[in-house]
């Protein structure tokens, strides 16, 4: 168990309203990401931060903004919500290893009508 | 381009049948290869992963994955499958260089193990 904890694990919202979901690690892991997952897609990289007020955009940060205030945290918004942005989001974090293995959360199933 | 292919959606095989779920990779420097497993609506759970020496790599589960440096593939395998390994197994590559750590990840192998 990585001590990753997501929230909320379901949500469905209309398109236009902002939607945060939260990654809370208690390792204190330096690097935590957020994917998300779609048939065919695989996993893409969203955003990652690699510290406290340290961020990286991935390959789809496009409609999405990311918050690291304390290490624990990890926020992913989305400012105004659309229909493409329905996906399975998942939140990773490094293993202390130089080898780099991640450690994913149980998913926050995410439908926009 | 660095670029991960699991030329397989979907692998059925006969539980006590031996499997192999492939994977091929592209990287500009020195590959780190990985195998995650996702069982319905969990999270990946990390199976095993080759960074150097030994080509034979054993992970969780009773798999294994053999790196092939010339082919670059790092196909998993397990000589005995079980129903219970009925799952989506997803591989993974990063670039040893990479400070980032940046995983780059390929589509996914759905693998049916029927009774």
């Known amino acids: 168990d990585a001590g990753i904890t997501q929230s909320p694990r379901h949500k469905v919202t209309e398109t236009g309203t902002p939607v945060t979901l939260r990654c809370h690690q208690t390792?204190?892991?330096?690097?935590m990401y957020w994917y998300r997952q779609d048939p065919g897609h695989g996993l893409r990289l969203i955003h990652y931060?690699?510290?406290?007020?340290?961020?990286d955009k991935g390959e789809v940060s496009d409609g999405y903004s990311v918050s690291r205030s304390k290490t624990e945290d990890f926020l992913l918004t989305l400012e105004s919500a659309t229909s493409s942005q329905t996906s399975v989001y998942f939140c990773a974090i490094k293993s202390g290893l130089n080898t780099g293995e991640l450690f994913f959360g149980e998913g926050s199933r995410l439908t926009v009508l | 381009a660095q670029s991960v292919a699991q030329p397989e959606d979907q692998v059925n095989v006969a539980e006590g049948n031996p499997l192999t779920v492939k994977c091929t990779y592209s990287v500009s420097g020195n590959p780190y290869l990985f195998w995650y497993v996702q069982y319905p609506n969990r999270g990946l759970q990390f199976l095993l992963k080759y960074i150097t020496g030994d080509n034979l790599v054993k992970g969780s589960y009773g798999f294994e994955a053999e790196f092939n440096k010339s082919q670059t593939s790092f196909h998993l395998k397990k000589p005995s499958a079980l129903v219970s390994d009925s799952a989506l197994y997803f591989c993974a590559v990063r670039d040893g260089g990479d400070s980032n750590y940046q995983l780059i990840w390929g589509a996914g192998t759905k693998l049916i193990i029927k009774p």
């Open positions: 390792e204190n892991h330096r690097y």
């Open positions: 931060s690699y510290g406290v007020k340290d961020t």
